[in-house]
């Protein structure tokens, strides 16, 4: 079992910097996947980026050039750096790993993720 704590959320102006951490505890030798999820109110949860172990990145349309998936192994912590903020980017960004290699009909997909935070509220205005 995995369990995730996120932190770095907050309330920022547009064209600001936030840098979100997400810090894994318990069995984490057989983390496949790590992702970063954004969920607006009355929206559907949306993948931001994902990384997995053999350091494949992806980042959605809506956020590359402004967004950075990284992550520490030594600390077991990834975190997702995100600059230039717009409006849209206001949601609660929750981080996801998966407990190995799965696949579900995509690389890293949500229904991929075992394990799942609380979230960090992001709002941006």
């Known amino acids: 079992h995995v369990q995730l704590v996120e932190s770095g959320g907050g309330s920022v102006q547009v064209g600001g910097s936030l840098k979100l951490s997400c810090a894994a505890s318990?069995?984490?030798?057989?983390?496949?996947?790590m992702g970063w999820f954004r969920q607006r109110p009355g929206e559907e949860r949306e993948r931001v980026a994902a990384?997995?172990?053999?350091?494949?990145?992806n980042y959605a349309d809506s956020v590359k050039g402004r967004i950075t998936i990284s992550e520490d192994n030594a600390k077991n912590i990834f975190y997702l750096e995100m600059n230039n903020l717009e409006p849209e980017d206001t949601a609660m960004y929750i981080c996801?790993?998966?407990?190995?290699?799965?696949?579900?009909?995509?690389?890293?997909?949500?229904?991929?993720?075992?394990?799942w935070g609380s979230g960090t509220q992001v709002t941006v205005s």
């Open positions: 996801a790993v998966s407990g190995g290699y799965k696949w579900t009909g995509g690389w890293c997909t949500e229904f991929a993720m075992d394990y």
């Open positions: 318990g069995d984490t030798d057989g983390v496949y996947c």
């Open positions: 990384l997995d172990s053999d350091g494949t990145i």
